[in-house]
């Protein structure tokens, strides 16, 4: 089986409505637009487009999807909260949360958005791909079920978890969210339940700022069920690698996940302007790798990857190309522009100690120590 790679053209056209001066063009292409946000589809395209020109997309099983349904949405969403913001998208657009705008026919592609994850989770889940890999647009990791932000209107990974649970019995589901902020809304839809494990590593009070905390671990049946490992800025390639063997695997292997679900965000890469971290595309590429096996070994190999933030047109694209290299196991390599750059601007070995240490002590403080 292949590695499946769900994608769809009008994802790309989701606009920052009132942030952008946005120009009509007959909507049958991408509509024009002038400023806006960070969160703008060039990251997205370009790493699609990079896809095309290694030759990589050939060895994947390209797919679309339909958009998640009125029935998947409310799984997580209040109807009042859909209701609410499909009018506004039908008015021509506006803002519903904090840092969310969006333009006329957004609720559409944010519908969209969720659909590509949730089909990447149930063909995965059906055994109908080894894995799969959503590029999701808008994001969806920081939506709470009543209240979106951070560029995010649809809680993508919660809606397409939620859709297999109800279709198609999947039992326990582990949630690795890379994104540099903190994965806010995926865990706040299972902050109190034990069949989904949410890990959160992500820059510490970057965004948002009130949340995140290590010693926030889940509230009554989900108590010990949520895992945030915050990391100082600066924290780069040998500090992800160590969090991932020293903190996320071994939480891995006691949960004993169905599935394992990445909220593959690529702003934690030291040319982010949203983010203060070193990571490089080497380090996606085996942070991948290492959940790869973890699959194998713990649940058939179901691993599905849902991409979230990552504002640096220029390196999210190899970013997420060596991704998706551990990911299929491809012998492409698109390589890194950076690479020798980035290496030479890592940690220095006294900061590089101490965050040995703080890592060391978070594994210590869940219980998770040799």
């Not at 509230?219 to 992800?240: F, M």
């Not at 394992?260 to 490089?280: E, H, K, N, Q, W």
Request: aromatic share 8%; with cysteine.
């Amino acid at each position: 089986m292949a590695t499946g790679f769900f994608w769809d053209e009008r994802c790309f056209w989701h606009s920052g409505g009132n942030y952008a001066l946005t120009v009509p063009v007959g909507g049958l292409v991408q509509p024009l637009a002038a400023g806006g946000l960070p969160e703008s589809p060039e990251t997205k395209r370009r790493l699609k487009n990079l896809m095309d020109v290694s030759g990589l997309f050939q060895e994947l099983d390209m797919r679309s999807a339909p958009a998640a349904t009125d029935t998947d949405l409310a799984r997580v969403h209040p109807r009042s909260y859909l209701e609410e913001f499909q009018r506004l998208s039908d008015a021509g657009g506006g803002e519903l949360g904090l840092r969310t705008p969006f333009g006329q026919g957004g609720y559409e592609i944010a519908a969209l958005s969720a659909g590509l994850a949730k089909e990447a989770v149930r063909a995965v889940a059906a055994g109908e791909m080894a894995n799969a890999y959503a590029l999701s647009r808008p994001p969806g990791h920081h939506c709470l079920p009543d209240f979106p932000n951070g560029f995010c209107l649809l809680a993508n990974i919660a809606i397409a978890i939620e859709a297999a649970k109800a279709a198609q019995g999947l039992g326990r589901v582990a949630v690795v969210d890379w994104d540099v902020h903190h994965g806010n809304g995926t865990e706040a839809v299972f902050y109190d339940r034990d069949d989904v494990l949410t890990i959160s590593v992500h820059q510490e009070w970057n965004y948002p700022l009130d949340t995140g905390a290590f010693d926030d671990r889940g509230r009554g049946a989900g108590e010990g069920y949520n895992i945030n490992i915050p990391l100082p800025p600066g924290a780069g390639h040998a500090a992800y690698l160590q969090v991932m063997r020293q903190i996320i695997l071994p939480a891995l292997a006691a949960y004993q996940p169905d599935m394992i679900v990445v909220a593959s965000g690529y702003d934690a890469s030291a040319m982010d302007p949203l983010g203060r971290m070193l990571a490089t595309a080497e380090t996606f590429g085996t942070l991948t790798a290492e959940l790869r096996a973890a699959a194998q070994e713990l649940c058939a190999g179901r691993l599905v990857l849902v991409h979230e933030g990552g504002y640096s047109e220029m390196h999210v694209p190899f970013c997420g190309h060596a991704a998706l290299e551990a990911l299929s196991g491809s012998a492409i390599r698109a390589g890194d522009p950076l690479a020798d750059t980035l290496r030479q601007r890592q940690p220095t070995a006294r900061y590089g100690a101490f965050l040995q240490s703080l890592i060391s002590e978070m594994a210590a403080g869940l219980g998770l120590a040799d």
